[in-house]
């Protein structure tokens, strides 16, 4: 079941319309050192990442269970977030305790955002701007932004382009949803189109990547481990 503070319409884990912006506590540290342990005993990783059913931000314990992974192992730990709760000066110093942050701005003015993202409806879109500008100023870590490019945002990526050229993350990564999807992704050439309007930042798009050689799959058996309880 999908916990977040957004139900974006490109969703691909579900439309929801019940959003939340309340932290609360779902796992325990324990249950993460023991259940990465155990997994890390199969997988080959390169990174760790804190992403799920929804928003990891949402979990009222996220720097405990950075600390935790880090007990385990020495990868680098990943969140990736859709920002929304970035204007908590809490939330951000959470977030510092990461190696790479991923956020994220599909909207370069309220309008949008409430069309694309359908926030809580305690959230704005100069908030969380101000939050992904406040948190670029605070991580020394790799801070990537995506950028999620859709029909309903395609004209609006000069502008979203504009607001992160003047926040500076280290990377801008141009998406479209290639997952199942209640929104068609844009085809290559259409994507292709929107580069330019990132130019001067470091720019990845979907279509531009290799994709990366998996070396060992995790089974059923071990996904059912890494199930967490409802939240
Ligand atoms: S932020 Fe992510 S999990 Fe939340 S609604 Fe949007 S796409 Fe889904």
Redesign the pocket.
Same mark, same amino acid.
């Given at each position: 079941m999908?916990r977040?503070?957004?139900?974006?319409l490109?969703?691909? =884990?579900g439309?929801?319309e019940e959003?939340t912006v309340e932290r609360r506590v779902s796992v325990f540290p324990e249950r993460v050192e023991r259940e990465l342990r155990e997994a890390l005993r199969e997988v080959e990783a390169e990174v760790i990442t804190f992403c799920g059913?929804?928003?990891p931000t949402l979990a009222g314990n996220l720097g405990e269970l950075i600390g935790a992974v880090r007990k385990v192992s020495d990868l680098p730990v990943a969140v =990736?977030?859709?920002s929304?709760l970035m204007e908590s000066a809490e939330v951000r110093k959470e977030l510092t305790l990461a190696d790479v942050v991923k956020g994220?701005l599909d909207a370069e003015a309220e309008e949008r955002f409430v069309k694309i993202?359908?926030p809580h409806p305690s959230l704005q879109w100069r908030k969380v701007v101000e939050g992904i500008g406040e948190f670029r100023k605070e991580f020394g870590g790799e801070f990537a932004v995506e950028v999620?490019v859709t029909p309903h945002n395609l004209e609006a990526c000069g502008g979203i382009a504009e607001v992160l050229r003047a926040i500076g993350p280290d990377e801008v990564q141009v998406n479209t949803?290639l997952r199942p999807s209640p929104v068609r992704p844009l085809r290559r050439e259409e994507l292709e189109r929107v580069l330019g309007s990132f130019e001067g930042m470091r720019v990845r798009w979907v279509y531009g990547e290799e994709k990366p050689e998996v070396r060992r799959r995790v089974g059923f058996c071990r996904l059912r481990l890494l199930k967490r309880d409802e939240f």
């Open positions: 999908k977040c503070s957004f139900d974006c490109y969703c691909s =884990l439309l929801r959003k059913l929804g928003e =990736l977030t859709n929304s994220k993202n359908r999620m949803p």
